[in-house]
């Protein structure tokens, strides 16, 4: 990825992002002037002084030479820090969008000049981006980690398990609390690990490794379609490496002798 991807403009269609292909079939963000045909396309945005994206229409056709990508497959054709730039204009596209009205008094709400809110002309009230924190947690029980496959992942794929924080609670406590709803179970040791952006829409992950202590897996049936116990070499389906999940997974496999799969 080149050097200067941060400078580079982003340019929305719809929920894509676009990009510019070259020879020998390698993609790239569009430089400024790249973006001279798509000119009569692209829409004023009140952000794009501040964060440097642009806007088009969902369906707008595009010039030979440009497609839309989805945001989760940046990660494998730019890299990490392009997926958490986007990622991160995603989010701030998707809470202008959705906090247009003061829900204190119902008024339109303008930018505020100096600060990354939105502020009510009538009431004053301010409005920050949201941020929902969740919590993911590898849970190990004699060398084996515990792995679920949600409803609605893909066919096959399983995950560690994973829920959102609730008013009043500590990070710690949703780890316990969650894996008790999600999967009857009781862990010690919770330790943290790392965290992630997220921007599906708006989430902050924050991951926690953990051992069982108690309890047999019992599934929170309409949350969870499956979960089992698994050895290092005899993992099923896991997520892709752009994920936080991911490498909760990983850290597993390389305390037990296993190369990252």
Same mark, same amino acid.
């Given at each position: 990825?080149?050097?200067? !991807?941060?400078?580079? &403009? /982003? *340019?929305?269609?719809?929920?894509? #992002?676009?990009?510019? %292909? $070259? +020879?020998?079939?390698?993609?790239?963000?569009?430089?400024?002037?790249?973006?001279?045909?798509?000119?009569?396309?692209?829409?004023?945005?009140?952000?794009?002084?501040?964060?440097?994206?642009?806007?088009?229409?969902?369906?707008?056709?595009?010039?030979?030479?440009?497609?839309?990508?989805?945001?989760?497959?940046?990660?494998?054709?730019?890299?990490?820090?392009?997926?958490?730039?986007?990622?991160?204009?995603?989010?701030?596209?998707?809470?202008?969008?959705?906090?247009?009205?003061?829900?204190?008094?119902?008024?339109?709400?303008?930018?505020?000049?100096?600060?990354?809110?939105?502020?009510?002309?009538?009431?004053? !009230?301010?409005?920050? &981006? /949201? *941020?929902?924190?969740?919590?993911? #947690?590898?849970?190990? %029980? $004699? +060398?084996?980690?515990?792995?679920?496959?949600?409803?609605?992942?893909?066919?096959?794929?399983?995950?560690?398990?994973?829920?959102?924080?609730?008013?009043?609670?500590?990070?710690?406590?949703?780890?316990?609390?969650?894996?008790?709803?999600?999967?009857?179970?009781?862990?010690?040791?919770?330790?943290?690990?790392?965290?992630?952006?997220?921007?599906?829409?708006?989430?902050?992950?924050?991951?926690?490794?953990?051992?069982?202590?108690?309890?047999?897996?019992?599934?929170?049936?309409?949350?969870?379609?499956?979960?089992?116990?698994?050895?290092?070499?005899?993992?099923?389906?896991?997520?892709?490496?752009?994920?936080?999940?991911?490498?909760?997974?990983?850290?597993?496999?390389?305390?037990?002798?296993?190369?990252? %799969?």
């Amino acid at each position: 990825m080149e050097g200067t !991807e941060k400078a580079l &403009p /982003l *340019v929305f269609r719809g929920d894509e #992002v676009l990009l510019r %292909r $070259e +020879g020998a079939g390698t993609e790239r963000l569009p430089r400024e002037e790249d973006l001279t045909p798509l000119r009569g396309l692209l829409h004023p945005h009140p952000q794009e002084d501040r964060d440097g994206w642009r806007e088009m229409d969902p369906g707008a056709p595009l010039p030979e030479g440009w497609r839309g990508a989805d945001l989760r497959s940046l990660w494998a054709v730019l890299g990490e820090e392009a997926f958490f730039r986007a990622g991160r204009a995603f989010h701030l596209r998707h809470w202008s969008r959705t906090v247009r009205f003061c829900g204190r008094c119902g008024t339109p709400l303008a930018d505020h000049p100096a600060e990354r809110a939105r502020v009510c002309p009538a009431c004053g !009230e301010l409005h920050y &981006p /949201l *941020v929902s924190p969740a919590i993911l #947690v590898s849970v190990v %029980r $004699e +060398g084996r980690l515990l792995l679920a496959r949600g409803h609605h992942f893909p066919p096959g794929r399983y995950s560690v398990l994973a829920g959102f924080v609730e008013p009043g609670e500590s990070l710690e406590e949703t780890v316990h609390r969650e894996v008790r709803e999600e999967v009857g179970l009781e862990v010690t040791g919770v330790r943290y690990v790392a965290s992630q952006p997220w921007p599906f829409p708006h989430s902050l992950m924050v991951g926690f490794e953990a051992t069982w202590t108690g309890g047999e897996i019992r599934l929170q049936e309409e949350e969870i379609a499956e979960a089992g116990w698994y050895a290092p070499e005899d993992l099923p389906e896991i997520p892709p490496s752009v994920s936080l999940s991911r490498r909760l997974i990983d850290r597993f496999l390389a305390r037990h002798g296993t190369a990252p %799969r």
